[in-house]
């Protein structure tokens, strides 16, 4: 008989907070223990069968919203996951990623079975989901290198020093803050708000934005 083939829709979810050793902000990920075979109790990535009635962008924000009730600004096709071994079934994965920002993770709340884990440090998860984190991983490492995505953790407007803080928790450097300032501000859509961060004990910073192209 000829295998069925079937098509689910897993998340992965980055918010940066702080560690509970180091207390540096890091990457953490929500993840949801399984209640049914396999891999029944081992935890895995939040997802599920594509439904008839969904498309896949909105079947990943329908996991987002009952996983931890957010709505991010940011959520992206990441990759299709379709090894021959990876579930019991003929299962192929298509993968997003949501990036965070700080205002909208304090709005989080966690869904039944759901518990976030530091983005490095998850256990062993169900199927191929260890590989799906690590692939995010290094994607998300790779991509904020030589684009723009930084700016899905932060607020329409950021200072410098936050904007070097968001590249420090998720690449897991130290940045030297003047060539990091330079470098910044030669990119031509980072432009000055005119602005200034409030309630600083200090000479208040600058706030800048994204000039959308």
């Known amino acids: 008989m000829e ?42 990535l939040p997802g599920g069968p594509l439904e008839p009635a969904e498309d896949l962008a909105a079947s990943a924000r329908t996991t987002l919203r009952r996983t931890t009730g957010l709505e991010p600004s940011h959520l992206e096709q990441l990759y299709s ?3 021959i071994d990876r579930s019991p079934d003929r299962v192929v994965s298509i993968v997003y990623w949501a990036l965070v ?13 759901v518990e976030w884990f530091v983005a490095d ?6 199927f191929d989901h260890n590989d799906i984190v690590e692939y995010a991983l290094r994607r998300l490492r790779a991509k ?14 950021f200072t410098i020093a936050q904007l070097r803080e968001v590249h420090e928790a998720v690449r897991q450097v130290r940045l030297d803050p003047a060539n990091f300032r330079r470098q910044t501000l030669a990119n031509p859509r980072i432009v ?22």
Do not use: C, K, M
Not at 147 to 156: P, V, Y
């Open 101 to 113: 920002r700080p205002d909208e993770d304090a709005r989080a709340i966690d869904g039944e079975n």
């Open 121 to 126: 440090e998850v256990p062993d998860l169900a």
């Open 3 to 44: 295998q069925r083939i079937e098509l689910a829709v897993s998340t992965v979810i980055f918010a940066l907070r702080p560690h509970p050793v180091s207390g540096r902000d890091t990457l953490w990920l929500p993840l949801v223990r399984r209640i049914r075979e396999p891999f029944l109790g081992r935890w895995a």
């Open 192 to 213: 000055p708000t005119g602005r200034h961060l409030t309630g600083t004990s200090h000479r208040p910073p600058a706030l800048y934005r994204l000039e959308t192209p």
């Open 81 to 83: 996951f379709g090894g």
């Open 144 to 157: 904020i290198t030589y684009s723009d995505i930084a700016h899905a953790f932060t607020g329409e407007e």
